[in-house]
């Protein structure tokens, strides 16, 4: 039997340092992004697959939701098999950014 391969393309990173302000915050400014910063934020490193996420978008656009993370340098994703896994960048993106990861992982007062 022959063994089963995949034929994605591996991920492309920008690392933070490359990043304008105003890409982080583009990056930063969808509630869908938000949430998957913050899930990923309370979750040991690599140990979040794409699929785990309990997010109100179908798969494509979970996807463009990652590619965007990729870009603007706050998450960093990895092939385990057939899963891709996930990590925050969080030291990487608060040296270039002090401060903005912590403001949004904050909790918002509820009224």
Partial sequence: MA??????AAPEHTHPDEVPVLTALAALADPVRIRLVREL??????????????????????????????????VEQRDEGPKRV???????????????????????PTL
């Fill in 41 to 74: 934020a309370g979750s040991p490193e690599w140990s979040r697959s794409c699929g785990s996420f309990d997010v109100p978008v179908g798969k494509a656009a979970l996807s463009h939701h990652f590619a965007v993370l990729r870009g603007a340098g706050l």
């Fill in 3 to 8: 063994e089963r391969t995949s034929h994605r």
């Fill in 86 to 108: 996930n990590r925050l960048r969080r030291t990487e993106f608060e040296a270039r950014f002090p401060g903005l990861l912590t403001l949004v992982l904050r909790e918002e």
